[in-house]
């Protein structure tokens, strides 16, 4: 059964059996002092303040028996998925594959490659490592969603505009209905976060939809 959740630009109908909840990139490298978000200048700490609404809304997703997906930006310890292009990227010393305060940066099996333990994925809960900042490149993500017949994703995580934006286009490219949970996405710059969910919601919805935690809560209460 659809049940109505208030949001921008108008009412998303979710129905629950189609719905998984994507985290996007909740893991120590870009949320903890000395890791790849810190590395590159940016202030982590607005990044922190996140975590107990993302924790509540993993939280809601489990109790109504509904699919969590996390994901984190890990590459192979040999770097042989991280283009070139994105290897150069930035100062020599601190780019991705380099090693950093939580061992080397963005490498899969790392102490920054983790999910910060209050987010913790639980048995039964898809784990993506993606190369990309969207979820979809050279991941299995579209054909396991597919098989579960799952068609709606509910989106929060890190960062606003780069990982998650990239992520909902991708998947509103394949068919699914996208909806962000405002306060529980986060950017390093309040700016970016306010235009990538404006940029969302405009033309009636070109990407999907946004709205609160408690809106969806209360569609559901
Ligand atoms: N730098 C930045 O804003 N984000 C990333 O590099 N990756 C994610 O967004 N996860």
Wanted: glycine share 10%; aromatic share 6%; charged share 20%.
């Amino acid at each position: 059964m659809a049940l109505s959740v208030p949001a921008r630009p108008y009412d998303f109908s979710i129905e629950p059996n189609k719905a998984a909840l994507v985290v996007i990139d909740m893991q120590r490298d870009f949320i903890e002092p000395g890791g790849f978000g810190a590395v590159l200048g940016n202030d982590v700490s607005r990044l922190t303040a996140i975590v107990p609404t993302v924790a509540r809304l993993i939280g809601f997703f489990r109790t109504h028996g509904m699919l969590v997906v996390h994901t984190r930006e890990a590459h192979k310890p040999d770097l042989s998925d991280c283009p070139p292009a994105k290897r150069m990227r930035g100062k020599p010393g601190l780019r991705i594959g380099d090693e950093g305060a939580m061992g080397r940066i963005l490498i899969a099996g790392e102490p920054g490659n983790q999910i910060l333990p209050d987010l913790a994925p639980v048995a039964g809960e898809i784990v993506i490592d993606k190369p990309g900042k969207g979820m979809f490149w050279a991941t299995d993500l579209h054909q396991t969603l597919l098989e579960r017949g799952i068609t709606q994703l509910v989106f929060a995580g890190v960062t606003t505009e780069v990982c998650v934006q990239t992520s909902m286009r991708e998947a509103n490219d394949r068919g699914y209905e996208c909806l962000l949970i405002e306060d529980a996405t986060e950017s390093y710059f309040p700016e970016f976060k306010a235009a990538a969910i404006e940029m969302i919601v405009a033309q009636g919805g070109i990407v999907g939809w946004a709205t609160p935690l408690a809106a969806l809560e209360t569609a559901f209460a």
